[in-house]
T-cell receptor, first 116, second 119 residues
Framework: GAGVSQTPSNKVTEKGKYVELRCDPI?????LYWYRQSLGQGPEFLIY????????DSGLPNDRFFAVRPEGSVSTLKIQRTERGDSAVYLC??????????????FGQGTRLTVV | AQKITQTQPGMFVQEKEAVTLDCTYD???????LFWYKQPSSGEMIFLIY??????QNATEGRYSLNFQKARKSANLVISASQLGDSAMYFC????????????????FGAGTRLAVHP
């Protein structure tokens, strides 16, 4: 597609429920990132995929959070047993390295998750 | 640990004037990259400008320029000739490695500055 697409744009869920957030990166971008942005703060890194594998998942806050990218394109962020503190905007970004390694990450519009 | 500090929670500027948004960073790495992103109310992060730690010239992109002072560890964004559409949140971010192989883009963001442009 033309840009990074995230669905749904908004998600309201009850505490304790399971949610999935989807990211469709720019076609051909091999790198994909998930960030979380809490109200009034800058985005915080969660996880980075290079192709199908998670190359860096050091930002995942705990084992309730998991992400997959089975075919190296679309990624799904999964949150189990949601808590009110998980409420935030979840941003996805993708990038593609050039021969010089000079890249920027392109962001989607995010999924606003509200846990009630 | 890497850290980005944006000390201005909010700024306002008159249309057509220039404005400087402050950013200081902390890192022990010799190689790093600095970014500025704009986030309008729609939520999307829009890339504005990039400065590599080894770049000797300050980066410029249209009305945006980055005042890079390496010794002071500052990377302020200057927006010239402000427009009403520039009203948004602005985030400074740092990447480990100036131009890392494979394009690794793990970014550390500051808390942001909200810019309001007045007519």
């Amino acid at each position: 597609g033309a840009g990074v697409s995230q669905t749904p744009s908004n998600k309201v869920t009850e505490k304790g429920k399971y949610v999935e957030l989807r990211c469709d990166p720019i076609s051909g971008h091999t790198a994909l990132y998930w960030y979380r942005q809490s109200l009034g703060q800058g985005p915080e890194f969660l996880i980075y995929f290079q192709g199908t594998g998670a190359a860096d998942d050091s930002g995942l806050p705990n084992d309730r959070f998991f992400a997959v990218r089975p075919e190296g394109s679309v990624s799904t962020l999964k949150i189990q047993r949601t808590e009110r503190g998980d409420s935030a905007v979840y941003l996805c970004a993708s990038s593609s390295p050039t021969s010089t390694g000079d890249t920027e990450a392109f962001f989607g519009q995010g999924t606003r998750l509200t846990v009630v | 640990a890497q850290k980005i500090t944006q000390t201005q929670p909010g700024m306002f500027v008159q249309e057509k004037e220039a404005v400087t948004l402050d950013c200081t960073y902390d890192t022990s790495d010799q190689s790093y990259g600095l970014f500025w992103y704009k986030q309008p109310s729609s939520g999307e992060m829009i890339f504005l400008i990039y400065q590599g730690s080894y770049d000797e010239q300050n980066a410029t992109e249209g009305r945006y320029s980055l005042n890079f002072q390496k010794a002071r560890k500052s990377a302020n964004l200057v927006i010239s000739a402000s427009q009403l559409g520039d009203s948004a949140m602005y985030f400074c971010a740092m990447r480990e490695g100036d131009r890392p192989a494979g394009g690794y883009n793990k970014l550390i963001f500051g808390a942001g500055t909200r810019l309001a442009v007045h007519p």
